[in-house]
């Protein structure tokens, strides 16, 4: 099992950018690949971002494509979220996940250990 906890969020305008840090202690932190997912009001948790064990393979929903970049600095156990052009349907609680696997996934149900969340305010 690995903790994960999640820093970053806040309150910014339309059109700004925040920087999400999720930090990770446990287990092997190479061991795992490493997701973000978020969860507006009302909304299921989905996927925005995924990166593997050493950040070769990157995927992103369509809806963040072009303005939000996940990397991971493994000689510090953390992941990151760059969100730039951020917009008001941006805002939701953001979660950072680890996976026992090399590769990342889409999925939720693939990931085996979460954060406990970071609030993410848009204003337009």
């Known amino acids: 099992q690995v903790q994960l906890v999640e820093s970053g969020g806040g309150l910014v305008q339309a059109g700004g950018s925040l920087r999400l840090s999720c930090a990770a202690s446990?287990?092997?932190?190479?061991?795992?690949?490493m997701g973000w997912f978020r969860q507006a009001p009302g909304k299921e948790r989905e996927f925005v971002a995924t990166?593997?064990?050493?950040?070769?393979?990157?995927d992103y929903a369509d809806s963040v494509k072009g303005r939000f970049t996940i990397s991971r600095d493994n000689a510090k156990n953390t992941v990151y979220l760059q969100m730039n052009s951020l917009k008001p349907e941006d805002t939701a609680v953001y979660y950072c996940?680890?996976?026992?696997?090399?590769?990342?996934?889409?999925?939720?149900?693939?990931?085996?250990?979460w954060g406990q969340g970071t609030q993410v305010t848009v204003s337009s």
């Open positions: 996940a680890a996976r026992g696997r090399y590769l990342g996934s889409t999925e939720a149900e693939d990931y085996d250990d």
């Open positions: 446990g287990r092997t932190f190479t061991s795992y690949s």
């Open positions: 990166i593997s064990w050493n950040g070769g393979k990157l």
